[in-house]
C-alpha cells in the first residue's frame, strides 16, 4: 500500500471509531452490578417465571431495565445486556411473573390465555411492592417472598 493511501485511510479509522455505533458496544451503558437472588411463593421455591428490575424514575435512576430467569431451586440471576452482567447501580422497582405453561392443543390452535401461578399484582412494577437498591462493588442478593393471599 502507498504511503499517501494510508495517511489518506488513518483519519477515516479515526473518525469511524469516534461515532456511536463504530466502536462494538453501545456507549450508554450505565454502570451495572451482578444481581442474585430468590423468589418463594408461601415459603417455598417458586419454580418458574421471570424477575424484572426496572429503574425508578421517582428516585432518579433511569435506563435499561434487567430480567432473569426464574430457575427450579427458585433462584434467578440478572441481565441487562449480556447474560449475568445484573442490573444497572441504583434504585428499582420489581415484577415478578410466572405462568402455567401448556402443551400446543392443535385441536385449540388459538393461544390461550395462560394462568398466572402466582397473585397478578407482583407483576406490576407499581403495584408489587416490591423495590431493590443495586449497589456498586456490593454482594446485590434479594429474597424476594411472594404470599399466595397477599
Known amino acids: 500500500m502507498e504511503r499517501s493511501t494510508l ?16 466502536s462494538g458496544g453501545p456507549n450508554d451503558t450505565p454502570p ?11 415459603g ?31 433462584t434467578f440471576e440478572l ?8 442490573a444497572q447501580v441504583g434504585h428499582h422497582l420489581v415484577s415478578i411473573e410466572s405462568y402455567e405453561t401448556s402443551a400446543f392443543d392443535p385441536n385449540q390452535p388459538v393461544n390461550q390465555t395462560p394462568k398466572s401461578l402466582i397473585p397478578l399484582k407482583y407483576a ?14 456490593e454482594e446485590n442478593n434479594f429474597t424476594f417472598e411472594l404470599k399466595s393471599k397477599p
Open 7 to 22: 495517511q489518506k485511510l488513518i483519519p477515516i479509522v479515526l473518525v469511524c471509531f469516534s461515532l456511536p455505533g463504530c
Open 32 to 42: 451495572l452490578a451482578p444481581v442474585t437472588g430468590v423468589v418463594t411463593m408461601d
Open 124 to 137: 406490576d412494577p407499581k403495584k408489587s411492592e416490591m423495590t431493590a437498591q443495586v449497589k456498586a462493588g
Open 79 to 86: 441481565m441487562t445486556i449480556t447474560s449475568g452482567d445484573g
Open 44 to 74: 417455598k421455591p417458586l419454580t418458574k417465571g421471570n424477575v424484572q428490575f426496572t429503574p425508578d424514575k421517582d428516585k432518579g435512576t433511569t435506563g435499561r431495565m434487567a430480567l432473569g430467569k426464574i430457575n427450579e431451586d427458585g
